[in-house]
């Protein structure tokens, strides 16, 4: 009889054992994967914080706790490459300022779990940002470095050519490799090409990418690009305002040039924002082949409640421009993370950290907004079911993950 | 329902308004158009001070982007700062920000610093604290908070004191005794009607006495407390709200005078998620679309004595919010993280304050993009 019991005991507690394998089991999502060229229904388990298998039919007695996602899309966390969250209380500015906004605010419920900064801070404050915000997030807050030292600071001192300095600005980047991924270049009304040249330097140094915003009036668009590299990055691709030469001309056609820097390899992002996006761009660019490489949204204090609304709410309009879902999920997931060198990021490969978002597809009548505040009607919105950042669900709108009240 | 507006104003409120006489006319058949909603419970002194709990810190959030998308055009920040920080608030978020803030002032001098200072009663001034609401910024301040204090009643009672002189009314978050102290004595001694008693639904039993006893009874006194004219205050936040106390309360018929948020960054990706969500949860739990709204409008604006907000009359500013009531398969999570299933859910279609949209989801205000080439 004792003999019996003991044996009871070690089943039972080896049981207890194998179910403490997974942490969670998702079970039944349509997997986007990129990197791993999965467009399948999968089986993922996540365990301390990574992925932990994937398969076509996981166990769900390995799990301690099963997510039922039938009918939902799985993708990697997505990446939203500009952004400006360098949050603080000064007025009227970005940089530790009011027209920054906090990154928890508005990521995991648009099952984002990494975003860029766009160079709201400079060598001389980027302590203060990652002190500030980068470190008190639970969002993963990677940085473009503003080639300007004190970032978007306000026009005087941002345009101050002393302060551009590339080689400080390299210095900072080597020191925080792991956050900043590049440099920004973007507000500069001069003629002088010396900040353009010097965020070339600092970045090539680095051999990180370059990202260029449109506040350069006196640079003129083909110039610009003809001094980017391939894998440099170009935003606010769709703007249609006088500060820059729109990628489509008046007739409708995109311009050569622009199409041949893309065919060479620049990465477009949408870059979205306030003023960055216009369908009488998009549209037309879109249907001549020019495809934007990633979905930046240009998160901030005037964008927010703007055309933009959340990164999946870009996405949908470029599903509803006629993009597949599959396309767009992986442009905002692993192609991103391509394009800032993290390739860490992006995909959901066994031994990864298991950022992931679950997506619903709604289907019904939906309208989208451009910077002019016109619109397009569409089919598709993409809606946020859960977030898991670092293997821990940060956002669950309702309640995948809960148990019944009664 | 037809609704004019001109300027920052309603003009006009009749069955049948004539389309000719619109500068631009908005068709809303088959949406909810409701007053815009008041969150009478948040805390938006966002700041850089990283040494700081609530008081010019992070966890506080700037509002606009929480407000426009969910149908709120105006919030009550809820004593995240005291008399003696209440004007870098005012300079730093509510004079930068477009949705309405008003505030209940700290009876803590330096706001919700930290649980450390919270408990220092030499710091609590009664004079001082109703000199700031009644001779400086009456227009914005509505109130005073009380909370997060370890000891007896001494700062319920510091708090009213202050109340009675400036004659606005007390919110008591009344948590964090150990052992707890008694809310009858709370409602029926130490506070006046009128003053509100928030985190309703709170479930931490080790601090807080709970409304609803451990076989999920309503205590008899709380509906003799509301009787009085005790407001209670829903107070989602991250952590005061349970089901196992509002949806047996609810059943036997006590519901919430003002539906809030506690909206700070501990809370916003929480169960609360945003104030249409949580309309919906009581919707869910119970409630009619039409008293959960009036819970979010009507009766926030007359608990802050604030009569000119919460309606659409004629006269006032036109703070208005649209929603689309979608039917479905939803669930809503508290902070336990136990959920309820729901068929319905309010989405935001738009808002307007001050008669501009600021928040248009789907574009119901916009021209088609081929306009431009016309």
Same mark, same amino acid.
């Given at each position: 009889?004792?003999?019996?019991?003991?044996?009871?005991?070690?089943?039972?507690?080896?049981?207890?054992?194998?179910?403490?394998?997974?942490?969670?089991?998702?079970?039944?999502?349509?997997?986007?994967?990129?990197?791993?060229?999965?467009?399948?229904?999968?089986?993922?388990?996540?365990?301390?914080?990574?992925?932990?298998?994937?398969?076509?039919?996981?166990?769900?007695?390995?799990?301690?706790?099963?997510?039922?996602?039938?009918?939902?899309?799985?993708?990697?966390?997505?990446?939203?490459?500009?952004?400006?969250?360098?949050?603080?209380?000064?007025?009227?500015?970005?940089?530790?300022?009011?027209?920054?906004?906090?990154?928890?605010?508005?990521?995991?419920?648009?099952?984002?779990?990494?975003?860029?900064?766009?160079?709201?801070?400079?060598?001389?404050?980027?302590?203060?940002?990652?002190?500030?915000?980068?470190?008190?997030?639970?969002?993963?807050?990677?940085?473009?470095?503003?080639?300007?030292?004190?970032?978007?600071?306000?026009?005087?001192?941002?345009?101050?050519?002393?302060?551009?300095?590339?080689?400080?600005?390299?210095?900072?980047?080597?020191?925080?490799?792991?956050?900043?991924?590049?440099?920004?270049?973007?507000?500069?009304?001069?003629?002088?090409?010396?900040?353009?040249?010097?965020?070339?330097?600092?970045?090539?140094?680095?051999?990180?990418?370059?990202?260029?915003?449109?506040?350069?009036?006196?640079?003129?668009?083909?110039?610009?690009?003809?001094?980017?590299?391939?894998?440099?990055?170009?935003?606010?691709?769709?703007?249609?305002?006088?500060?820059?030469?729109?990628?489509?001309?008046?007739?409708?056609?995109?311009?050569?040039?622009?199409?041949?820097?893309?065919?060479?390899?620049?990465?477009?992002?949408?870059?979205?924002?306030?003023?960055?996006?216009?369908?009488?761009?998009?549209?037309?660019?879109?249907?001549?082949?020019?495809?934007?490489?990633?979905?930046?949204?240009?998160?901030?204090?005037?964008?927010?409640?703007?055309?933009?609304?959340?990164?999946?709410?870009?996405?949908?309009?470029?599903?509803?421009?006629?993009?597949?879902?599959?396309?767009?999920?992986?442009?905002?997931?692993?192609?991103?993370?391509?394009?800032?060198?993290?390739?860490?990021?992006?995909?959901?490969?066994?031994?990864?950290?298991?950022?992931?978002?679950?997506?619903?597809?709604?289907?019904?009548?939906?309208?989208?907004?451009?910077?002019?505040?016109?619109?397009?009607?569409?089919?598709?919105?993409?809606?946020?079911?859960?977030?898991?950042?670092?293997?821990?669900?940060?956002?669950?709108?309702?309640?995948?993950?809960?148990?019944?009240?009664? | 329902?037809?609704?004019?507006?001109?300027?920052?104003?309603?003009?006009?409120?009749?069955?049948?308004?004539?389309?000719?006489?619109?500068?631009?006319?908005?068709?809303?058949?088959?949406?909810?158009?409701?007053?815009?909603?008041?969150?009478?419970?948040?805390?938006?002194?966002?700041?850089?001070?990283?040494?700081?709990?609530?008081?010019?810190?992070?966890?506080?959030?700037?509002?606009?982007?929480?407000?426009?998308?969910?149908?709120?055009?105006?919030?009550?920040?809820?004593?995240?700062?005291?008399?003696?920080?209440?004007?870098?608030?005012?300079?730093?978020?509510?004079?930068?920000?477009?949705?309405?803030?008003?505030?209940?002032?700290?009876?803590?001098?330096?706001?919700?610093?930290?649980?450390?200072?919270?408990?220092?009663?030499?710091?609590?001034?009664?004079?001082?604290?109703?000199?700031?609401?009644?001779?400086?910024?009456?227009?914005?301040?509505?109130?005073?908070?009380?909370?997060?204090?370890?000891?007896?009643?001494?700062?319920?009672?510091?708090?009213?004191?202050?109340?009675?002189?400036?004659?606005?009314?007390?919110?008591?978050?009344?948590?964090?005794?150990?052992?707890? $102290?008694?809310?009858? &004595?709370?409602?029926? /001694?130490? +506070?006046?009607?009128? %003053?509100?008693? *928030?985190?309703?639904?709170?479930?931490?039993?080790?601090?807080?006495?709970?409304?609803?006893?451990?076989?999920?009874?309503?205590?008899?006194?709380?509906?003799?407390?509301?009787?009085?004219?005790?407001?209670?205050?829903?107070?989602?936040?991250?952590?005061?709200?349970?089901?196992?106390?509002?949806?047996?309360?609810?059943?036997?018929?006590?519901?919430?005078?003002?539906?809030?948020?506690?909206?700070?960054?501990?809370?916003?990706?929480?169960?609360?998620?945003?104030?249409?969500?949580?309309?919906?949860?009581?919707?869910?739990?119970?409630?009619?679309?039409?008293?959960?709204?009036?819970?979010?409008?009507? $009766?926030?604006?007359? &608990?802050?004595?604030? /009569?000119? +907000?919460?309606?659409? %009359?004629?006269? *006032?500013?036109?703070?208005?919010?649209?929603?689309?009531?979608?039917?479905?398969?939803?669930?809503?999570?508290?902070?336990?993280?136990?959920?309820?299933?729901?068929?319905?859910?309010?989405?935001?279609?738009?808002?307007?304050?001050?008669?501009?949209?600021?928040?248009?989801?789907?574009?119901?205000?916009?021209?088609?993009?081929?306009?431009?080439?016309?």
């Amino acid at each position: 009889m004792r003999f019996f019991l003991i044996i009871c005991f070690c089943i039972t507690y080896n049981m207890q054992a194998i179910g403490q394998e997974y942490d969670f089991l998702i079970k039944g999502a349509y997997l986007i994967d990129a990197k791993n060229d999965i467009r399948d229904t999968m089986d993922v388990a996540i365990s301390d914080g990574k992925i932990a298998a994937i398969s076509k039919n996981l166990p769900v007695n390995l799990a301690k706790k099963v997510i039922e996602a039938s009918g939902l899309i799985l993708s990697p966390g997505l990446i939203d490459p500009h952004t400006h969250v360098f949050v603080g209380s000064k007025s009227k500015t970005f940089a530790d300022g009011f027209y920054s906004v906090s990154p928890d605010d508005f990521s995991f419920r648009s099952g984002i779990t990494t975003v860029v900064d766009a160079g709201t801070s400079g060598w001389r404050n980027f302590g203060t940002f990652k002190t500030n915000v980068i470190d008190a997030s639970k969002t993963r807050v990677l940085a473009f470095l503003n080639i300007s030292g004190t970032g978007m600071s306000g026009d005087s001192t941002q345009e101050n050519l002393s302060d551009m300095d590339a080689e400080k600005a390299y210095e900072t980047l080597k020191l925080y490799p792991d956050i900043l991924v590049g440099i920004k270049i973007g507000h500069y009304t001069g003629t002088d090409w010396l900040p353009f040249e010097n965020a070339l330097q600092a970045s090539g140094k680095a051999g990180k990418p370059l990202l260029v915003e449109c506040h350069l009036p006196e640079y003129s668009l083909a110039d610009q690009l003809n001094k980017m590299r391939p894998g440099d990055i170009i935003t606010h691709s769709f703007e249609e305002i006088d500060e820059r030469l729109p990628i489509i001309d008046s007739e409708g056609r995109l311009h050569p040039f622009v199409k041949a820097a893309y065919e060479r390899g620049i990465n477009f992002d949408v870059g979205h924002g306030g003023a960055g996006f216009w369908f009488s761009q998009a549209i037309p660019a879109y249907q001549q082949g020019l495809v934007p490489n990633s979905f930046g949204t240009d998160l901030h204090h005037f964008s927010m409640n703007s055309g933009m609304k959340n990164m999946l709410n870009v996405m949908s309009k470029f599903i509803n421009i006629g993009m597949s879902v599959e396309e767009v999920i992986e442009k905002a997931s692993w192609k991103t993370a391509q394009a800032i060198h993290r390739t860490d990021l992006g995909h959901l490969s066994v031994g990864a950290v298991a950022d992931l978002t679950l997506l619903k597809l709604h289907k019904g009548d939906f309208g989208f907004i451009d910077a002019g505040k016109n619109k397009i009607e569409g089919k598709y919105k993409l809606e946020t079911e859960l977030t898991m950042k670092d293997g821990k669900v940060v956002y669950d709108l309702n309640g995948l993950v809960a148990n019944k009240y009664h | 329902m037809d609704v004019a507006i001109s300027g920052k104003k309603i003009i006009k409120v009749a069955k049948n308004i004539p389309e000719n006489t619109a500068k631009k006319t908005i068709n809303l058949k088959g949406y909810y158009v409701t007053p815009g909603l008041i969150d009478m419970h948040v805390h938006v002194f966002n700041g850089a001070d990283t040494e700081s709990y609530i008081a010019n810190a992070l966890t506080s959030l700037p509002p606009d982007g929480f407000t426009f998308r969910s149908g709120v055009t105006t919030v009550v920040d809820a004593g995240s700062s005291g008399w003696r920080n209440f004007r870098q608030f005012k300079k730093q978020t509510i004079d930068e920000s477009q949705t309405r803030v008003l505030a209940l002032l700290n009876i803590v001098g330096t706001g919700m610093y930290g649980r450390y200072e919270e408990q220092d009663v030499t710091d609590m001034s009664p004079t001082m604290t109703a000199n700031m609401i009644t001779k400086m910024f009456p227009d914005i301040l509505v109130g005073i908070k009380s909370a997060h204090y370890w000891g007896d009643f001494t700062q319920v009672d510091l708090a009213v004191e202050a109340g009675r002189l400036a004659e606005v009314p007390v919110m008591v978050d009344f948590g964090e005794h150990q052992p707890t $102290n008694s809310i009858e &004595a709370l409602f029926m /001694k130490h +506070l006046r009607p009128g %003053d509100i008693f *928030t985190h309703t639904f709170s479930y931490g039993p080790n601090n807080r006495e709970t409304i609803v006893d451990e076989d999920l009874k309503v205590k008899p006194f709380v509906f003799e407390a509301q009787k009085r004219g005790i407001k209670f205050d829903v107070g989602h936040g991250g952590g005061a709200f349970s089901f196992r106390q509002a949806v047996p309360a609810i059943q036997q018929g006590f519901l919430p005078d003002v539906i809030s948020s506690d909206l700070h960054s501990q809370s916003m990706n929480s169960g609360f998620k945003d104030m249409s969500n949580l309309l919906s949860k009581f919707m869910n739990m119970g409630l009619t679309l039409e008293e959960a709204v009036l819970r979010a409008t009507w $009766n926030p604006a007359q &608990a802050i004595n604030r /009569k000119d +907000l919460g309606h659409l %009359d004629v006269g *006032t500013e036109a703070d208005i919010a649209i929603f689309t009531l979608r039917k479905g398969d939803f669930g809503f999570l508290d902070i336990r993280k136990t959920k309820i299933d729901g068929d319905k859910r309010l989405e935001t279609e738009m808002t307007i304050r001050a008669g501009r949209v600021v928040w248009d989801l789907n574009g119901l205000s916009a021209p088609y993009w081929e306009s431009e080439f016309k």
